[in-house]
C-alpha cells in the first residue's frame, strides 16, 4: 500500500514509525514530517491545511490510505475533500469533526443522547452570561465554542475573573472560535484519556492513557497540550471501560449515525473519573498528543489494518488489537518559555544516539540547521519514551536517555507517571 500520512508533530512521528513497521506499507509519504520522520518515509514540504496540495500529493502517490494526524486538517475539510477523489482517508469529515470543533455542538449532542457530562449553557451575549455564572459557585469554566490551539478554556476562581474571561472572549480573544462560549459545571475528579476507532458504525477501544497537562512538576504552571504520558493508566479500570463504551461511545456512534453524520476515524475521549464513573470532558477527533506515543510504544497488532477498516469498513470483523504488557511512558522535552513564548533555534545534541531496545525519541518541533545540527522549532521539541517492566523501570529509562541530551535551551517534567507510583 501507498500511505501518505498527514502532520508534523511526536504523535505523527509515532504513527510514522509504527505504520514503517507494517508489511502492508510499500510506500509511506509524509506532509510535511519533521526531521525525525526522515528516516521512515519521504516527506513532502505541503502543510497540513492546504487542501488542494494534499489531495493533489495523494492523487499523485496513488494513495490507498491518507491518515490525518492533527485536527487542523479536519477542520479544513481534508477528509471531504478525499472523499470527492475517492482516496480513503483515516479521519472524520468535517461536519461530524464538529466533535471536537465545537463545544457547543458536543454538549447539545450529548444532551439530546443522554451521554454523562457536566451541566452547561451556551451564550453569545454578555450580560446574559454574566448573570448565568450568578447560578453557578466557583471555580467557572468558561470555554471558547470553537478550536483555539487548545487555549479556549478558563478555570475562573472567583466571579470577577469570570465575568473577566466571559468579556475576553465574547470580546473577540480567539476571533470567531469565542464569538459563542460555554459556560459549564465544574467536575471534579481524575482524568483520563480513552481512544477508539470508528468506522461510522462500530467503536472498538484503541488504547489509553493518562496525560499531565501542566507545564510544571507537581501539575502546577500554565496548561500546556500535555507534558507526559504513560499507558496503562491505573484508573482505567476494565469497568471503567466498559461504562465509557456502554454510556459514551456507543451511544456516540449511534447517535451520530442517526442523526447522518456517521463519525470515523479515531474518537478521543478526555474524561473525568469520580467514583469510578466517567463523564466525558470532552471529545477529540484526532489522537492525542501524547499519548498517541505511548499507544504506539504498547501496541503489538499492525496498526494499517485497523486505520484501512476505520476509513472503508468492517471494524468489527477485526480482532481485538494486542498490547504489550509492559508500561510505557512518554516524556516531552519542551523549549524554554513553553507554553507562552518559546525560545526556538537553540542547538540539541545526543538525541538521535542508539538509547537500547526499550527507548525510542520521537520528533515534535525540531529542524535541521545547515550544518546538521538538530535545532528547536517549536514548543514541545522531542519525546523521550520507553517502555519497561514496570511503570518504574519505564519512567527510570526515559528519564536515563533525557539525561544523555545535551539540550540547555530545553525543560521537562520530573515527575511523569507519579498519579500511578
Ligand atoms: P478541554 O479543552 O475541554 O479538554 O479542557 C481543558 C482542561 O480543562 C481539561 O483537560 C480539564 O482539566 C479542564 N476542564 C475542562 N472542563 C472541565 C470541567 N467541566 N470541570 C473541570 N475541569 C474541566
Ligand atoms: N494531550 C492532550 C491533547 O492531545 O489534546
Redesign the pocket.
Known sequence: MNILLIGSGGREHALAWKIAQSSLCDTLVIAPGNPGMATLGECRNIKATDVPGLVGLAREIKADLVVVGPESALAEGLADALASANIPCFGPLKKAAQLEASKGFTKDFCKRHKIPT?AYETFDNVEEAREFLKTYSPPY?I?ADGLAA?K??A?SPDYQDAVAEVEAMLGGRYGPASSNIVI????TGE?ASVFALCDGETAILFGWAQDH?RAFDGDTGP?TGGMGTYSPAPIVTPELLRITEAEILAPTMAGMKAEGNPYKGVLYA?L?VENGRPRL??YNARFGDPECQVLMLRLKSDIVPYLLAAATGGLKNLPAPQWHEDPAVCVVYAAKGYPDSPLTGSVIRGAEQDFGPDVTVFHAGTSRGEDGSLRAAGGRVLNICARGKTLQDARDKAYDAISQIDWPGGFYRRDIGWRAL
Open positions: 457536566a469554566v470555554k487548545g479556549g478554556v478555570i459549564e459545571e465544574f467536575m482524568e497537562k496548561n478526555g473525568m470532558v470532552e
